[in-house]
C-alpha cells in the first residue's frame, strides 16, 4: 500500500498505456484497485520469489519494467528481472521509517500471556524489535513461537536464533491470523 499511496503522490499523469500490473501481496493490490481498471496480478505466496514464478515474467527479454518501490529494500528482484533480459527502472516513492516502541508495555503484555506468538512479515520490523530488547529479555524472546509470512524470513529468524518458527508463507491478515489461532488452540 505505501507503494501505492507513494506513487501517485509522485506520479499524477495519467498512463499513455495500460500496463501490466503486479503487487506483492493482496493489500498494495487492492490500494491499486482505487486507481486502475486494468487488471492486477498478484503472486500466491507474498515475495520477490512469488513475483518471479508468475507466468507474465517468464519471457521478458528486452521488455520495460518499472519497481515502484521504498527506498533501499532488497535487489534480488531487479536483478533477477535484468537477468532474464528485462530493461528494469526503479521508482523509490516513499521510505520505511524505523519506530520506536515501548518495548516494556509489550514485554508486560507478552509475558502475561502464557503462550506468547510473535508475528512478523518483515525481517526489517523484527530486527527493529530485537536491536530494542535488553539483553535479558532477548533469550525469553528467542524461545517464543515466533510467525513469519515467507520461508527468507524464516532463514532469517533462525540466523537471528529463534527456536520456534513457523512458515506460514502468506501475508494475508486472515492466513495470519488462522494460524494463530491453531496455535493458541494447541493444548
Not at 499513455?16 to 496480478?41: E, M, V
Not at 520456534?164 to 501475508?171: A, E, L, P
Request: glycine share 6%.
Amino acid at each position: 500500500p505505501n507503494a501505492v499511496s507513494g506513487f501517485f503522490n509522485v506520479f499524477t499523469q495519467p498512463l499513455a498505456s495500460q500496463p501490466r500490473l503486479i503487487t506483492i501481496g493482496a493489500g498494495t493490490a487492492l490500494a491499486l484497485a482505487t486507481h486502475t481498471i486494468s487488471p492486477i496480478i498478484t503472486p500466491t505466496i507474498a515475495s520477490s520469489e512469488g513475483i518471479l514464478a508468475l507466468a507474465p515474467l517468464q519471457n521478458i527479454a528486452q521488455q520495460a519494467i518499472m519497481l515502484i518501490k521504498g527506498v533501499g529494500g532488497r535487489e534480488f528482484l531487479k536483478q533477477a528481472l535484468i537477468t532474464r533480459g528485462a530493461i528494469v527502472s526503479e521508482l523509490s516513492c516513499y521510505q520505511r521509517v524505523t519506530q520506536s516502541i515501548d518495548l516494556a508495555q509489550l514485554l508486560k503484555i507478552w509475558q502475561n500471556d502464557g503462550q506468547p506468538v510473535f508475528v512478523t512479515t518483515s525481517s526489517e520490523a523484527l530486527d527493529t524489535v530485537l536491536s530494542q530488547t535488553p539483553k535479558a529479555t532477548l533469550a525469553w524472546i528467542l524461545q517464543k513461537i515466533l510467525m513469519v509470512s515467507s520461508e527468507r524470513l524464516y532463514k532469517h529468524a533462525i540466523r537471528l536464533g529463534f527456536k520456534h518458527i513457523i512458515c506460514v508463507n502468506h501475508v494475508s491478515e486472515s492466513a495470519l491470523f488462522t494460524a494463530i489461532l491453531a496455535i493458541k488452540e494447541r493444548p
